[in-house]
């Protein structure tokens, strides 16, 4: 049965690194931790039984709450399938930079290749060109 806990947004795979040791230390018979992308803010445990889920997650930091119901993985099944994003850009779109040392920055795009964007910064004194990953680049309304 899988188990679900509520986590402190952004923490799911500390919280999942703290269970781990916790299982390999106490010889735990927990199955599996499921942290996925999709259901942010919880982790999940599967465990045989709610004794064994109820005590691994004791006294671990950034864990809220449980939720009453114990669910099969066909529950969750469309949750966990990962499906790639199609990102449709076109040379003079506003973006904003989502991922890397530019992280939160607004720029426009210049030209674009298969997998690459250059991109200039736009709320800088200096429009400065950058070659990102089209992945971390994220659509800006118009």
Do not use: C, W
């Not at 040791?21 to 106490?26: C, G, V």
């Not at 018979?29 to 942010?40: G, H, N, Q, T």
């Not at 966990?80 to 990102?87: C, T």
Request: proline residues 6%; charged residues 25%; hydrophobic residues 45%.
């Amino acid at each position: 049965m899988l188990y679900t806990y509520r986590v402190t947004a952004g923490q799911e795979t500390i919280v999942s690194d703290l269970l781990q040791k916790k299982i390999e230390k106490t010889g735990a018979p927990i199955k599996a931790i499921i942290v996925a992308p999709r259901l942010r803010g919880y982790v999940l445990v599967e465990a045989p039984d709610d004794i064994s889920a109820k005590s691994i997650i004791a006294n671990v930091p950034h864990i809220k709450g449980a939720l009453h119901k114990a669910m099969v993985i066909g529950d969750i099944a469309e949750l966990l399938e990962s499906k790639p994003q199609e990102i449709i850009l076109n040379k003079g779109d506003l973006v904003e930079i989502i991922a890397g040392a530019f992280k939160g920055e607004k720029a426009k795009v210049v030209r674009l290749d298969q997998e690459d964007a250059t991109v200039e910064l736009i709320e800088v004194a200096v429009p400065i060109p950058v070659t990102i990953k089209v992945n971390t680049l994220k659509l800006m309304p118009k």
